[in-house]
């Protein structure tokens, strides 16, 4: 055996930038990109791809030269998750929502030497780069003016600070997210095959871009859209109507998005049930159970699973077993919003007891950090071994930073995480718990539930909520009203003791809420004695 060792023909590297080749071969006539007037084929995009990577080296980018994108999800944002690698460069996607100074210093960290800016966002990044400090290389900008390709006209914005448009060097003919993850070609590869086994994907499926490419690569679906040869279905933000109207349009198969996206399409007023079933997978918070309800009562096929930008996708999934189909929908919700066990890419999940460092028991009670291994997991973090080291330890574990218990039937459900658990009289409460029942609640709209320092318990629950439109409800309810609500169906010590209406929760662009902003208040209010 120790003859037979790895040569050129068995052990070619993993990408994912061959599936963009088969694509075109085998599904070159059919659409890839849909974004309003504009549609392109699989062949044309990858023509347009190799022009793009063509005129990167044509401008001095070199090999493992970063390049960064700031945009939505846009034909160009879409093209340039194949054209980046191919080029030998390393791929930043920056969430367009960050402010000036923060994005200053992630081009900073990651030294871009080129970044591709939407022009909706032309004025962030100029003020970003405004910042650098004297004497500090600047990356060269290329404009992305979408408007331009649909209308076939010059663009109205102001390119004096711009190399040039992007379709106007695409005539010239590892991946890393903001926080700095790091994932190499081979961990992108074993992910897009992952999901695409994991949730069942058909050959040339109708997929609608819901979740942001910038959210940890559009969970790997870019290259996994063109490894089966499906239509991408572009636009540029979550509004309720348009997707609705796109999925009628395009007759949609299939899309992603946080449970706030769920959460809005099954409460907006232009709901609709659908004429033909939509698979949507959710992850990256807990997903309420009344959300799921609602949202399959419509026509969607609710999916959910578990994931970070660490592990480039969902690597847990909530594995759907055939007699759950018999329960009530409720039930189903209820099953359905447990994050699941490892998809075949992973190789291993588990909770670990963070004291001993072995599993907990799998009683469904029994707490511990949630550690992953495999494969499709991050090298580490850009420039910051500690940060590195913290989470990849020596026992071979990769550590989340997320709490959960494993149920007697070996599925995981996340509790929270870490920073998120609520301590109260020594009794630690799971705000997903919480939240899910006040999503029950009919009048209520969104939900968090945080810490409040408290000088007796020392924290106790804290809701958020906001509510309803008006034209939903017969009447408001009072804070009373639902910390009651709460009391008939929680123990005692997680009924929230602080309610806050508020119009609309801080969240971010991915759709989670901004809890830490939720707990500034909550302290706030504590110091200022508000019970």
Known sequence: ME???PNPANSTPLTTLGFLDRAATAYGDSPSIVYNNVSYTWLQTHCRCLQMASSLTSLGIQRGQVVSVVAPNVPSMYELQFSVPMSGAVLNNINTRLDAHTLSILLQHSE???????????????EAISLFPRNTEHPQ?????????SSGSKSTSSTSHFLDHYEGILEDGITSCPKGVSLSHRAIFIKTMDALVDWSVPNQPVYLWTLPIF????WSFPWGMAAVGGTNICHRKVDPSQIYRLIKQHKVTHMCGAPV???VLSNSPDLETLDHHVQILTAGSPPPAPVLARTESIGFVVS?????????????????KQKWNKLPLTERARLKSRQGVNTVGLTEADVLDPKTGEPVKRDGKTVGEVVLRGGSLTLGYLKDTEGTSKCMRENG?????YVGVIHPDGYLEI???SKDIIISGGENISSPEVESVLYSYPAVNEAAVVAKPDKFWGETPCAFVSLKKNGELTQKPSENEIIQYCRDRLPHYMVPKTMVFENELPKTSTGKVQKFILRRIAKAMSLVGVP
């Open 261 to 263: 996206v769920l959460n």
């Open 415 to 417: 509790k929270d995480r």
């Open 3 to 5: 003859l037979l060792l």
């Open 215 to 218: 959210h940890a690569n559009g």
């Open 141 to 149: 900008l290329i404009l992305i003016d979408d408007e331009m390709v």
């Open 112 to 126: 871009s030497k080129l970044v591709f800016v939407d022009h909706h966002s032309s004025s962030l990044v100029l």
């Open 397 to 401: 574990w990769f550590y989340t930073g």
């Open 304 to 320: 959910h699973g578990y994931g970070l930008t660490e592990t480039g996708g969902i690597v847990v999934s909530c594995a759907w």
